[in-house]
């Protein structure tokens, strides 16, 4: 599962926070030069036709009564910090879009935990910066943003799994991923309006529209999305390695330092929750020639027996022309091990 937090018209958000009698009236964050776009418009500019990025004297002339605020970048920051540390509280893996904005990786919750996590950090977010924050959940990160986005403002939304191409159907397909306005323009002079008319196009018509795209286009139309949250602070790889005193020659010496390795780390991804679905071994020679080896699993792994197999497998690859003076054990490609996690944390 994953969950898509977006806090709601954030930087108008905050000038209404911070002084009341802003509040309830149409209002944009915007620099004060003649060429100033809008960086954000309050819900009460939107029913005026005011979006961000347009510029603030069109934006002005759309509404004459427009309160026009300057950016606080500080303050923005520093709501930032705060959100992200919530987030961080409630998923393995936080990866952030901008400031305000964040996929969170929930591993194998179901939909009811999930929705009690969007909940939780609703909660929190009102709490700590007191702005409001809108909340998609789906088993994909695109659905999860177009969740989040109808839910605006102050929402909560999950679309249970298997149920994403029915959520997409009627929707316009500007909304898919990847569709700008050209190709959007190209796409509804055939007919096509609707994501769900993508859903079901053909081999044939879906090359002739999109080229080489169209498969990954159709598979998103159909909710199918397997791109996971990619966490920038998280744990790319764990190693042991051991440098041995006296140079060891062959193989079968090394098996006992291999496995005890990989006893090693299974032990560390157990206690961060991780499972790993590359082995890898790093062999330095007496020559100080290093190697490195390394194979991919069919499943990710916490169990040491898998990690010494694998790690024995890669050993075997290695010509060992040389005593050995050092060798090492990785595990890489890590991902949560399941929905443990988010109990740990309610
Ligand atoms: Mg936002």
Redesign the pocket.
């Known amino acids: 599962m994953i969950l898509h937090g977006?806090?709601?018209?954030?930087y108008a958000g905050v000038a209404q926070r911070d002084d009341a009698s802003l509040r309830g009236k149409p209002l944009v964050v915007a620099g004060a030069s003649r060429r100033a776009v809008v960086l954000?418009a309050s819900y009460e500019a939107r029913p005026f036709g005011i979006l961000s990025a347009m510029p603030l004297y069109q934006a002005k002339s759309r509404c004459p009564e427009l309160v026009v605020v300057p950016p606080d970048f500080a303050k923005y920051r520093q709501a930032s910090q705060a959100l992200f540390a919530i987030l961080h509280e409630h998923a393995s893996a936080v990866e952030g879009l901008?400031l305000?904005?964040a996929f969170c990786e929930l591993g194998d919750a179901t939909v009811a935990e999930a929705l009690d996590a969007g909940r939780k950090i609703k909660d929190a977010v009102k709490e700590a910066v007191a702005l409001s924050i809108?909340i998609g959940i789906a088993s994909g990160k695109m659905v999860a943003k177009i969740a989040s986005d109808d839910a605006k403002p102050d929402g909560l939304r999950a679309v249970a799994p298997g149920t994403e191409a029915e959520y997409l159907k009627d929707k316009p397909i500007r909304r898919l991923w990847g569709i700008g306005p050209k190709t959007e323009e190209r796409v509804r002079a055939k007919g096509l309006e609707r994501i769900g008319q993508i859903a079901e196009l053909s081999d044939d018509v879906l090359y002739e529209l999109f080229g080489r795209w169209g498969a990954e286009l159709r598979d998103l139309a159909r909710g199918i999305d397997h791109r996971g949250v990619n966490d920038s602070e998280a744990v790319r790889s764990i190693s042991s390695e051991e440098t041995f005193e006296h140079d060891v020659a062959g193989i079968a010496g090394l098996l006992p330092f291999v496995r005890s390795q990989a006893d090693q780390l299974a032990e560390r991804l157990k206690q961060r929750m991780l499972r790993a679905s590359t082995v890898a071994v790093k062999i330095k020679l007496s020559d100080r020639t290093i190697i490195g080896r390394q194979t991919s699993l069919a499943q990710p792994t916490d169990d040491p027996r898998i990690i010494n197999a694998a790690a024995r497998f890669c050993l075997r690859r290695a010509a060992l022309h040389r005593p050995v003076r050092l060798i090492g054990v990785r595990v890489a490609s890590l991902a949560p091990a399941g929905a443990r996690q988010i109990a740990l944390f309610s």
């Not at 977006?6 to 954030?10: E, K, Q, R």
């Open positions: 977006d806090l709601d018209a954030f954000t901008s305000d904005e809108s």
